[in-house]
Each structure stands twice: as structure tokens, then as C-alpha cells.
Nanobody, 127 residues
């Protein structure tokens, strides 16, 4: 069983930065890819970023490319999402998920192949 706990959310002004963390329990984390998704009020959960198990490759939604950076530290069983130049449209609850695999495939943009999810952390960007 794996548990994921997100932290680092908060209220920030437009143009500011936040760093989200995703702390995992269990040995599965270091051998699985992981992703970040977000859900804004009244909207469906959407893909944000993905990193392979060994940090070899990363993938981003077009809306965050160049502003967000996903990373992980397997020795600490922790994943991260560095968010820079935040905009009001980035306001959402952010979730980390553990992917059912080690590498990229076409399924990473969907929620279904992520076996475990955290409870989410709220990010609010004021204009």
C-alpha cells in the first residue's frame, strides 16, 4: 500500500512561485513514474506534469510548459512541482499520483493509470 501526501500549497500573488511536495510511503514510489494533476472549481481534473521513475524524462501540459518543473528524489521518496510565474488560471487543487509503470506512454494524460493519489493541496493565485 502506498500513501501520498501533498504539501506546499497556499495563496500567492500573480507572478509568484510555489513549490509543491508529494511525500510517499512504501517502496513502490522509487520504481514508478509519477504525475501532477490539478482540478479547478467546476472543472475536470487535468494533467499538469509527469516524470519517469528515474527522472530521465519529463512531460508538461502546454499551459504550464516553461513555468513549472517536475522533479523527484527517490532517496527521499518525494516528488516536487516547482511553479513559477503563477497566474490566476493556475488556481486549483493540485494532486500527485503514482503511475502504473516506469516510463512514458500515451496514457499519462489520463487519471486512470495512476494507482495512488494524494488528498490534494490548494493553490490560489490572486490577480
Amino acid at each position: 500500500q502506498v500513501q501520498l501526501v501533498e504539501s506546499g500549497g497556499g495563496l500567492v500573488q500573480a507572478g509568484g512561485s510555489l513549490r509543491l511536495s508529494c511525500a510517499a510511503s512504501g517502496r513502490t514510489f522509487s520504481t514508478s513514474a509519477m504525475g501532477w494533476f490539478r482540478q479547478a472549481p467546476g472543472k475536470e481534473r487535468e494533467f499538469v506534469a509527469f516524470v519517469t521513475w528515474n527522472s530521465g524524462s519529463t512531460y508538461y501540459a502546454d499551459s504550464v510548459k516553461g513555468r513549472f518543473t517536475i522533479s523527484r528524489d527517490n532517496a527521499k521518496n518525494t516528488g516536487y512541482l516547482q511553479m513559477n510565474t503563477l497566474q490566476p488560471e493556475d488556481t486549483a487543487v493540485y494532486y500527485c499520483g503514482l503511475f502504473r509503470g516506469r516510463y512514458y506512454d500515451s496514457r499519462i494524460y489520463s487519471e486512470q493509470p495512476y494507482d495512488y493519489w494524494g488528498q490534494g493541496t490548494q493553490v490560489t493565485v490572486s490577480s
